[in-house]
């Protein structure tokens, strides 16, 4: 059903983890891996008159070095399971933009990325990279939340129920 996967990362372990599932999904589709890492973009142009130029490339370094690790990793992830990968680095303030261009420009016929789950008021003020991608890309979105995640919720709710109730 699916040849071609998108799978965006932030580095964090839940993407780490979204990572090791996305393969598995891959390997039993027999599909491929495009692995995403959008770098933040560093505005030289006007952060020079405020911070040093020293500063501003090892800034563009270090973010050189997270692409190299966090791409790294999925790419291993896929060669252990027999899964075909490119690895993609794309600079960009805005990664829920990068993501969809990237599944347009790539012929991916599915993205698959994770969910921070942050609280509704976390993700009103912040935004949500994810939901941005659900409700601009024109490719199907899978959201992979792992069993922890609801086990953690569910475990809030039952306590909160045990609240009301004393």
Same mark, same amino acid.
């Given at each position: 059903? %699916?040849?071609?996967?998108?799978? $965006?990362? +932030?580095?964090?372990?839940?993407?780490? +983890?979204?990572?090791?599932?996305? *393969?598995? %999904?891959?390997?039993?589709?027999?599909? #491929?891996? #495009?692995?995403?890492?959008?770098? $933040? *973009?560093?505005?030289?142009?006007? +952060?020079? +008159?405020?911070?040093? $130029? *020293?500063?501003?490339?090892?800034?563009? #370094?270090?973010?050189?070095g997270k692409s190299k690790e966090y791409l790294g990793f999925i790419k291993k992830l896929c060669k252990d399971a027999g899964v075909e990968c490119t690895a993609l680095s794309v600079v960009s303030d805005t990664p829920w933009e990068a993501i969809v261009n990237v599944a347009d420009d790539h012929n991916c016929d599915l993205i698959f990325m994770s969910k921070h789950g942050r609280g509704s008021l976390s993700s009103l003020l912040l935004g949500s990279e994810t939901y941005r991608v659900l409700t601009h890309s024109s490719v199907p979105v899978l959201v992979y939340r792992p069993p922890e995640v609801d086990a953690s919720r569910r475990k809030a709710k039952e306590k909160a129920k045990e609240k009301k109730r004393a």
């Open positions: 059903m %699916f040849q071609h996967i998108l799978l $965006p990362t +932030d580095g964090s372990q839940l993407s780490r +983890d979204t990572a090791e599932r996305a *393969v598995a %999904f891959a390997k039993a589709a027999n599909a #491929t891996i #495009t692995a995403l890492y959008a770098k $933040p *973009v560093g505005h030289t142009e006007n +952060d020079g +008159d405020l911070v040093e $130029p *020293v500063v501003l490339e090892r800034l563009a #370094t270090g973010s050189e």
